[in-house]
């Protein structure tokens, strides 16, 4: 019996789906009506074929790139953005919007003496098949199912005490809040959660100003936004943010 393996899921795989099928109907359209204008002569619309070819080909290009992201990408994109956290290994980590448990898993295999916790409102339309079970079926496959808890909940009113964790991480998961307001509300969520000199590391494809913001009218200190890292696609930027040792005011 062959081994299974951990499946963390394809990200947007309902715009992956629209975009792929987008593309291959511009790439064949494109190609019979090049054929049609070039027999029949029709300078004026050759333009237009090669312009629905091209489009097609771009889609193609798009509906590929955020296929690969997915499936290798964001592997790369984890590792670094747990690295710079530099985890002891005794810490209390909170994923928020953990998915399939991409950085929630990986953060438990740097915590031999610690617990990695996920929190998530499950929306497949932001990751396929996305579950409560299939985390924790990750988890098992991994061998970390004893350092692992996942919630069910709404990253702007977590169910979890003030100060419960040294460390959270968050990858393309608070851009899925629509407005403005409510990312705020997020990421105040996070900083209230954190205990005392606990770090956050963030990354996302677009807002990360926003949160940049937020956390230093928190009281957050050392608060940086990184250059964009292209192992993802979109591109994304993190944003890493420390809680001071003690109160402020």
């Excluded at 339309?125 to 199912?145: I, K, W």
């Excluded at 979890?160 to 851009?175: E, K, L, P, Q």
């Excluded at 770090?199 to 926003?210: F, K, N, P, R, T």
Aim: net charge positive.
């Amino acid at each position: 019996m062959s081994r299974q393996t951990p499946d963390y899921g394809l990200d947007a795989p309902v715009a992956v789906r629209w975009i792929f099928i987008a593309g291959l109907a511009g790439a064949i359209a494109g190609f019979f009506l090049l054929r049609w204008t070039v027999t029949r002569h029709a300078g004026l619309l050759v333009g237009l074929a090669y312009a629905v070819q091209i489009f097609g080909f771009f889609c193609l290009t798009v509906a590929s790139l955020m296929f690969a992201s997915s499936r290798f990408g964001k592997f790369h994109a984890r590792d670094r953005l747990l690295a710079r956290l530099k985890l002891r290994g005794d810490e209390a980590v909170l994923d928020v919007g953990c998915g399939h448990g991409l950085l929630l898993i990986a953060a438990a295999k740097l915590l031999p003496r610690g617990r990695a916790t996920g929190i998530d409102l499950w929306s497949q339309v932001d990751q396929s098949d996305n579950s409560r079970e299939a985390t924790l079926r990750n988890a098992t496959l991994e061998g970390v199912a004893q350092r692992v808890r996942v919630r069910d909940g709404d990253m702007r009113k977590m169910p979890f005490a003030d100060r419960s964790f040294d460390a959270t991480v968050a990858h393309f998961a608070i851009h899925n809040v629509r407005s403005r307001e409510g990312c705020r509300e997020a990421i105040r969520e996070i900083v209230r959660t954190l205990n005392h000199d606990g770090q956050v590391a963030i990354s996302d494809l677009h807002g990360v100003e926003l949160y940049a913001d937020e956390l230093r009218k928190s009281d957050m200190t050392e608060v940086e936004i990184s250059g964009l890292s292209f192992w993802t696609f979109p591109p994304a930027r993190t944003v890493t943010a420390r809680k001071p040792k003690h109160p402020v005011g």
